[in-house]
T-cell receptor, first 113, second 109 residues
């Protein structure tokens, strides 16, 4: 039982580089989310998707983009990384866009130098 | 603005009971969640409250008072493995989750 798989688990990259964090779920959940988690702050929503083919902006979307071509995959792209994007990124899914238990991936630790 | 408050850190003794409080001010309310997050790991679901009262699940219980904008998570018979951060999150009127910063619980032998 895989649940949600994120890749890479950890990455260091230079400022200005493009980076895509991958997220795949095998639970056939409709809703998917990308959060960032920084020390002393709550989880902050970057982008979300209520169903395949649709996406929406969360609390901190600037500098990030997402796509949802199918139910299973929800990649997050940093077009030109900046040091303030150093964080731990969590992908999550839920069977209902209107609330419900979230299932999280193991996280991707990103360091931008 | 929307706000979730919970203590930053708490310490308790193995075998004891601890109560972690969460107060919230949000635009509407569609439920409150508690998640557990061990260091370096992903959050995992503990409980969901949408009606006032106490929900018990084994050693863990969660309480909600919507009129007071208040919830607590009660952990009984503490074990060392309960050392983790506990995250409170509220589902607002737009079905967006608003997260607290989390309470780091340290269990001492």
């Amino acid at each position: 039982i895989a649940g949600i798989t994120q890749a890479p688990t950890s990455q260091i990259l230079a400022a200005g580089r493009r980076m895509t964090l991958r997220c795949t779920q095998d639970m056939r959940h409709n809703a998917m989310y990308w959060y960032r988690q920084d020390l002393g702050l709550g989880l902050r929503l970057i982008h979300y998707s209520n169903t395949a083919g649709t996406t929406g902006k969360g609390e901190v979307p600037d500098g990030y983009s997402v796509s949802r071509a199918n139910t299973d995959d929800f990649p997050l792209t940093l077009a030109s990384a900046v040091p303030s994007q150093t964080s731990v990124y969590f992908c999550a899914s839920s069977d209902s866009p209107q609330g419900g238990e979230l299932f999280f991936g193991e996280g991707s630790r990103l360091t931008v130098l | 603005g929307q706000n979730i408050d919970q203590p930053t850190e708490m310490t308790a003794t193995e075998g004891a009971i601890v109560q972690i409080n969460c107060t919230y001010q949000t635009s509407g309310f569609n439920g409150l969640f508690w998640y557990q997050q061990h260091a370096g790991e992903a959050p995992t679901f503990l409980s969901y409250n949408v009606l006032d009262g106490l929900e018990e699940k084994g050693r863990f219980s969660s309480f909600l008072s919507r009129s007071k904008g208040y919830s607590y998570l009660l952990l009984k018979e503490l074990q060392m493995k309960d050392s983790a951060s506990y995250l409170c999150a509220v589902l607002d009127s737009n079905y967006q989750l608003i997260w607290g910063a989390g309470t780091k619980l340290i269990i001492k032998p």
